[in-house]
T-cell receptor, first 108, second 116 residues
Framework: EDQVTQSPEALRLQEGESSSLNCSYTVSGLRGLFWYRQDPGKGPEFLFTLYSAGEEKEKERLKATLTKKESFLHITAPKPEDSATYLCAVQAPNQFYFGTGTSLTVIP | GAVVSQHPSRVICKSGTSVKIECRSLDFQATTMFWYRQFPKKSLMLMATSNEGSKATYEQGVEKDKFLINHASLTLSTLTVTSAHPEDSSFYIC????????????FGPGTRLTVL
């Protein structure tokens, strides 16, 4: 059964404390893995697309990596403005699966 | 680029009325648009997928007569919640895919529907 699982469900970090969010997937025929950021009461904001194992992408304090079974979103020296819910989604040939998200809180 | 707008951002209506939500791709042609529903602190639940000029494909459990979707052009899709009831209150989000970045879905800001 195709599935996307994100962990942890919630994460609290001190400002400057680096960490990683995980997205594990069991999907046949991966067409792409996507990371989004969602602020309360807003639609998801696109961050990255990864297509193949070994691929990495970076944007400011965020870096996304991909293996054959999972993706990590690394956050380096986070700031309070990085607080949000981070969603990962996986595109299979006929479906698009969303994880349940990781709620990140960065404390000043 | 890849901006998607939704209108209205918030709507409050009485039970039994119908509400239309518009989703527009502003700077690209969206060959496919998606409608999602999101409950508080939950992930997005896909309701339906629509391709321009054809009927929408609804996910299992989503009433197509209740949630009418029209994708009349490459930049506009509408979701009409017919005879709304309080249990239809939710956050509705559309996304669009197409143009040069064919694989990515770009999301609108969402519409908060409250049915009294």
């Amino acid at each position: 059964e195709d599935q996307v699982t994100q962990s942890p469900e919630a994460l609290r970090l001190q400002e400057g404390e680096s960490s990683s969010l995980n997205c594990s997937y069991t999907v046949s025929g991966l067409r792409g893995l996507f990371w989004y950021r969602q602020d309360p009461g807003k639609g998801p904001e696109f961050l990255f697309t990864l297509y193949s194992a070994g691929e990495e992408k970076e944007k400011e304090r965020l870096k996304a990596t991909l293996t054959k079974k999972e993706s990590f979103l690394h956050i380096t020296a986070p700031k309070p403005e990085d607080s949000a819910t981070y969603l990962c989604a996986v595109q299979a040939p006929n479906q698009f699966y969303f994880g349940t998200g990781t709620s990140l809180t960065v404390i000043p | 680029g890849a901006v998607v707008s939704q209108h209205p951002s918030r709507v409050i209506c009485k039970s039994g009325t119908s509400v239309k939500i518009e989703c527009r791709s502003l700077d690209f042609q969206a060959t496919t648009m998606f409608w999602y529903r999101q409950f508080p602190k939950k992930s997005l639940m896909l309701m339906a997928t629509s391709n321009e000029g054809s009927k929408a494909t609804y996910e299992q459990g989503v009433e197509k007569d209740k949630f009418l979707i029209n994708h009349a052009s490459l930049t506009l899709s509408t979701l009409t919640v017919t005879s709304a009831h309080p249990e239809d209150s939710s956050f509705y989000i559309c996304s669009a895919r197409g143009g040069l970045t064919y694989n990515e879905q770009f999301f609108g800001p969402g519409t908060r529907l409250t049915v009294l």
